[in-house]
């Protein structure tokens, strides 16, 4: 399908490329083409912005179906997204921050490198990126270290989600969406006065679709969308000086997945006879099939995930005529279960894994931003975040568990292995880790003439982090020699240790920004960004004594350096926008696994710091208005993102023998990095009538170039390329009513999303199939 989908991809991108600055879906001054957007914490024209950044306003949302981030990244083709299911999720921007497929998400003990925000609170657990948009003005997604003016640490980037607010002017609005697997969609919002000074906005969606993993067995359709959120907002402006904007959302993701099929089987130097084909034949297992697009799985426990979000926020705005002062007051949380089959197969190997978790995290921000257009502006704030997170670490193994883990006999006597070791064999736990975070940031422009203007700006953060690691173990038949013991504790072993870290950094950026002539913005940047250190929250490499080792307790913080140089202009009447940047960065101590013996009593895989990651590439976006209801869109990213200094990595399946090695990754390219990322749209309104109404046509089309899927970087887990087009024909009426038939996944492609290797490393490699094609209707209706 990539090949059928690439000629109309390659015909619209030479009408246009990328998509960055769309006036037709922001906040639009008519007469000059501006583009407000409040990526440096105040409103300002996106030209004016000396940074890279994509805005995506309230109609694409809308046309695109876009609800969630995973979508997003259709239409930011810098935006990388990563999900195996609710909890491991990860956001990545030109190949940095912490992907799901380099640092599990599940380690609770670390945070992301790409910040995510949702109307200036900072979302601390990447798992909150997996619930759907509601009721939204506005994606605003920033590339690079933006520490010096966003609360929390950025140094790969921030995506930031804004609501739209409530309005002194009545207003309503909905949307429903029915179509193919049962998918329907609900979206609705109204907003009015509560008198002359406050005002009120309440706002829902629903999501839903059946399963698009069949099981064989028990006939269930599993990966199925069960969503539900709802928001509702105060707005009361007591003087025109003071506004105040309480907001309260929750958010529900309750469903039968998530699950992966059969992928491939790749080879290792391990024996015959610990390679998946044999350990299958000797049990008689089949997969249900080796085509994975047939979307069919046999696995024997049950699935399903439920994971909920919530929070208040209270933001003030203060005009004191020369700055505005802004408070943002926050509590959420987050909670977590889900069922898995972390096997993925028909065999009962392991019959349990999970994780039940529960966040709540505080924050509060000051912030302090100079108002008018003089020679000097600025931005400065203080910010405070607290967050606390509790699991309960629970795995059990079944009767196939021994025959796939540990294989005939152990030993160096080779011990015979009962066929029953594992099973009932499990272990369950506590978790507990907590972090204070301070900080003081701030950034000045300096309009040095009226067209060039020099800016700086520091951030100086402080992090106080413990956590609390204890599990035990039980189950499985009683055993007494040390061999068969050994062999047990060697798949699940009781630990209980404490660990804690502080640290402090001082980063900061500097922009030099030449308006050379109107409608034109030459900028150069020079940044440095800092990611927190951690906690390993998912267990230690043991000693001789067979005690954890608390020196690879404590992960070091990632130190971000770049260089970035954009043009940014207007042609032709504003007909013409365009942005295209260049960039060049290193990371330092970049958080990844090692594999290595100076901290252990042997070769161990562990999270830790590798010496050196560079990115480097260019971006490009541009948007055309050749007919006043036409536009088009087109976006580029071109990445190439590499491991510079990683001198003990994991080995690929394909090296791997019995005994762990450490393998030499220096100058491979970063894993789940595309180096290719290409999106073209389309939005075109016909001047003429049809059935009383006119029509349109909206389309978005997305091509990747293939990556590899985990940091091992096989042969066996490369991603292939792909290409994912959605489309919508439809009626726009008076009075804002609007009837449309819509085509996700127009071409029914077939691509991998994420895959992963199964524990044990048999060679057997699962993957997460795209979602076949979708054709259903909308209608929508403004009041």
Known sequence: ???????????????????????????????????????????????????SLSVVGADLIAQAYTVNPQQLTLLVPALNYSSANPRNTALTIRGLGSSVVAVSQSNDGLEPGVSFYVDQVYHARPATAAFDFVDIERIEVLRGPQGTLFGKNTTAGAVHILSKPPSFTPEAQGELSLGERGFFQARAAVS?????????????????????????????????????????????????????????????FDANCCTQVYLRVGTSLRATSRQYPALAAGRGYLPASFNPYDRVTNIDAAVGSFTNEGGVSLTGDWDLGFATLTSISAWRFWNWDAANDRDYTGLAIQLTQRIPSRQDQYSQEFRIASNGDGPISYVAGLYYFNQKITGRPISIYGPDGAYWLIGATTGANATPVPANLLDGYGQDGRTRFRTDSYAVFGEVDWKITPRLTLSGGLRYTYEDKSGNYDTTVSGGPVVTPQALINARLGVLRPQRYAAKSQEDNLSGRANLSWRFVDGFNLYAVFARGFKSGGLNMSGLPLDAQNKPVLATA??????????????????????????????????????????????????????????????????????????????????????????????????????????????????????????????????????????????????????RSGYNGDPSLSRFTYIDAYNLTNAALGLRF?????????????????????????AGNSGLILGTPSEPRIIGGTFRARL
């Open 554 to 703: 404590v992960v070091r913080p990632e130190l971000n350096t770049t260089y970035e140089a954009g043009l940014k202009g207007r042609l032709w009447d504003n007909r013409l926008s365009f942005a295209i940047d260049g960039y060049y960065t290193e990371v330092s101590n970049f958080q990844a696994t090692i594999v290595d013996s100076s901290q252990t009593v042997a070769l161990r895989g562990y999270l830790s710091n590798i010496p050196l990651v560079t990115a480097r590439g260019f971006e490009a976006d541009v948007t055309a208005r050749p007919l006043p209801d036409l536009e088009l869109r087109g976006s580029v990213a071109y990445a190439d993102g590499r491991y510079s200094r990683y001198p003990a990595g994991p080995c690929p399946l394909e090296v791997q023998t019995a005994g762990t090695q450490a393998c030499n990754l220096t100058g491979r390219s970063l894993a789940g990095l595309p180096r290719w990322a290409v999106t073209v749209g389309i939005d075109y309104q016909a001047p003429v009538s049809v059935l009383g109404g006119k029509p349109f046509l909206h389309a978005d089309s997305n091509w």
């Open 192 to 252: 009015a006065p509560l008198g002359d000074k406050l005002a009120f906005r309440l706002s829902g969606l629903v999501t839903r679709r059946d399963g698009i993993i069949r099981n064989v067995v028990t006939n269930e359709n599993l990966n199925a969308i069960d969503n539900f959120a709802l928001r509702g907002q105060l707005l009361a402006k007591p003087s025109e000086r003071l506004s105040l904007r309480l907001i309260a959302d929750y958010t529900r």
């Open 734 to 758: 008076a009075r804002g009513f609007e009837a449309a038939i819509f085509a996700r996944n127009l071409f029914d492609a077939n691509y991998i999303q994420n895959l992963t290797i199964q």
């Open 1 to 51: 399908m990539i090949k059928t989908a690439w000629p109309a991809l390659l015909a619209l991108s030479c009408l246009s490329a990328p998509a960055p600055l769309r006036a037709a879906d922001t906040i639009v001054a008519a007469d000059d083409g501006a583009i407000i957007v409040t990526a440096r914490r105040r409103d300002e024209d996106a030209l004016a912005v000396p940074l």
